[in-house]
C-alpha cells in the first residue's frame, strides 16, 4: 500500500512538474512573439539587414496558444507616458478582431474610430502617423500600434476630451508611467472614474526600447560623417546590444546603463535637458513653441554668441589637440555690448541649442568612459526632428573619443516609456493568470488553461495586482 501511495505521489508530482514547464516554455513564447512592420519613411533598401535571433524575437504560435493568456486582457490597449513635457500614448488597435468583438459596446467603438481617423486632437494632440507600427503581435494579437502625444500642460484638457468621448462610461484602469502618473491620478479617477495601475518610467523604458528594437529592422541607426553637409542615416544592427548605455533626454536627462534584459541602473543625470533648451529659448527669443525654437535655431548662428578657442588664441591651443574652432566659452560673446546689439534671435536659439546638446555629450561621453561602454543610444523627445543635436551627439562622441565612443539613436524617440507601459498590462495579467494556473494545479492536480481567474483584486498603487479586467468588450 505504501509502495502505491509512494507511486501516486511520484507521479503526480511528475504531473505537476510537467504542467509547470508548460506553462513556463508557453509564457516565454507568449511573450515573445511579436513581429511588425514600420509604415515610417526612413526604411531605405539598405536598412534591411539580418538580424541574428534574439531570445524573444521571431518565435510562431498557433493563435489559439496565445489566446489562453491575453484574450482576458480587454480592449482598448493604452500605455501612457506623462512627463514633465508632454504626456505620450501608445495605443494598440487589433486587426483580427474575432466576431463576438465585432460588437463592442457602442464606446469603443466610438473611441477606436476617433483615434484612427484623426491626426489631431483638440489643438494640441497629435498622432505622429509615420511612426505608426502595423501587423505587431502583442500579448497573441495581431495589430498596429499607433502613437499619440500632446503637452502635459494640456492633461486637464485631455481629461475633458476623454470625457466626452465616453472614457467615463468604461470602469477602466490604465497603466500609465511618468511622474504625471503619480501627479493627476487623483483627477483621472475623479473625472473619468478611470484608475491609472503605475509602473515605473525607467523600467518602462528600458522595456520599450527593447521591444521596439527587436519588432522594428529600421528602428536603430547612427550617422555617417556627422560634419559634412551630406550626413547619411544608417542602419544600426543592434541585435546583441549588452551592454549599452541610454541617455534619455526628455525635459531633464537620465543616463542608464543596460546590462541584460530588462536589467539596469540610473548611473547620472542632468537637469539641464529638453525643458533647459525650451525654457531658456523662449527666454531668450520670445518664441513659444519647440518647433519654433528649433526653426529659429535652423536658421541661426552660434559663433555670433560663443566664444571660441580662436577667439582667445588667435588659432587653435595646439599643445592640448584644442581646435580653434571649439567652443571655449558657450555664450561667452554675450558679455560684449556691442555683441549683444547685433545678435539676432536666430543666433541665441542656436547657441541654446549647441550649449545644452554640447553638455550632454560630454556628461554622456564621461559616464560611457567610466563605466567602459562604447555604444551610446540617445533618445527622448528634445531629438524629436532635431538633427543639428543629433549631428552634434555624433560628432562630440566620436572625436572626443578618438572613435571608442558610438552615438545611436532611436526612430521612435520619446516613445518608448508609453509602449513599454502598455506592454505591462499584457505581461502582468498573463503572469496573473499563469500563477493562477500554478495554484490551481498544485492545489487540485488539474490545469485550468482557458485564462478564468477569480474576480481580480483592484488595485491604484501599481504593486502586484495584475490589472483589472475591462468590461468593455469582454
Ligand atoms: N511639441 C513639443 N512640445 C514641447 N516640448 C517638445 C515638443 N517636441 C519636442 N519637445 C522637446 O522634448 C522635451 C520633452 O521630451 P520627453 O517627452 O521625452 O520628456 P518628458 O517625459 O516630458 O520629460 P521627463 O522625462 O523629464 O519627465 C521637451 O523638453 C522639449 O525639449
Ligand atoms: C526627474 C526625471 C527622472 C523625470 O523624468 C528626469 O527629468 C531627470 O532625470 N532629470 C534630471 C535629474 C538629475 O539627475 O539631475
Redesign the pocket.
Known sequence: MKFLIAVCTCFSKLFVSLRKLLFGACKLLVMGVCTSSLSSKMAPESCVRVRKSRSYSSVSLPPSSYSMFSSSVAMPWFGL????????LAYFEPTDNTEAEEQEVETLKNIRKYLKNNRSYGDTG?RDVHLQMNNVLIGGRRGSLHFI?F??SEMALFIELAKSKGMATLASTVCAT??GAYKFERQFYKELHMRLHKFD?LDSLIRGIEFMEANNQTECYYLENPKSETTEKKCYDFSDPYPFMVV???????ILKVTAPGQFTRVSGTSL???T??GLCCLLTGCT???EALELASQGDSTKVDKLVKDIYGGGYEKFNLDGNLVAASFGQMISTDRRAKVRREDLARATLVTITNNIASIARMCALNEKISRVLF????L??NMISQKLLSYGMEYWSKGALKALFLEH??YF?CVGCLLELITQREDYILKENLKNNVVNGTATVNGTTEPLPTDVSGSSNPPEMRNGSS
Open positions: 507616458d506623462i512627463g514633465g513635457s508632454l504626456a505620450k497629435h502625444r503637452p502635459t511618468g511622474g518610467e534619455n533626454i526628455g525635459s531633464g536627462v537620465s535637458g529638453g525643458g533648451f525650451l513653441s519647440f518647433e533618445l527622448g523627445n528634445f524629436r526632428s524617440e520619446g516609456g
